[in-house]
Nanobody
Framework: DVQLQASGGGLVQAGGSLRLSCAAS????????VGWFRQAPGKDSEGVSC????????HYAESVKGRFTISSDNAKNTVYLQMNSLKPEDTAVYYC????????????WGQGTLVTVSS
């Protein structure tokens, strides 16, 4: 069974940190580009960050540059999103997705994990 499992969300005060995890089963994330997306209430989904070890690419949305860091652990078949200096506007449901090639076409999507940042 091919699955992506996003986890690590929660409630944090502004200025705090969280680390989201995107764990894959049934396939190797090492071969895939992995992206993090988020959707805030009443807003469209936006891309937050993505990484491709195969193509040597890492990208961040302007709104999170310098605060968020994406990384991968091939041994754990997991991609992480370290989120520091969180702001209330970071509140959203965060999703991860995996796809081949670059730019990736995302074939697999995880369920969302809710991040709530209180002011």
């Amino acid at each position: 069974d091919v699955q992506l499992q996003a986890s690590g969300g929660g409630l944090v005060q502004a200025g705090g940190s969280l680390r989201l995890s995107c764990a894959a089963s049934g396939f190797s994330l090492e071969e895939y580009a992995v992206g993090w997306f988020r959707q805030a209430p009443g807003k469209d989904s936006e891309g937050v960050s993505c990484i491709s070890n195969t193509f040597g690419e890492t990208h961040y949305a302007e709104s999170v540059k310098g605060r968020f860091t994406i990384s991968s652990d091939n041994a754990k078949n997991t991609v992480y999103l370290q989120m520091n200096s969180l702001k209330p506007e970071d509140t959203a449901v965060y999703y991860c997705a995996a796809g081949l090639n670059w730019p990736p076409r995302y074939d697999y999507w995880g369920q969302g994990t809710l991040v709530t940042v209180s002011s």
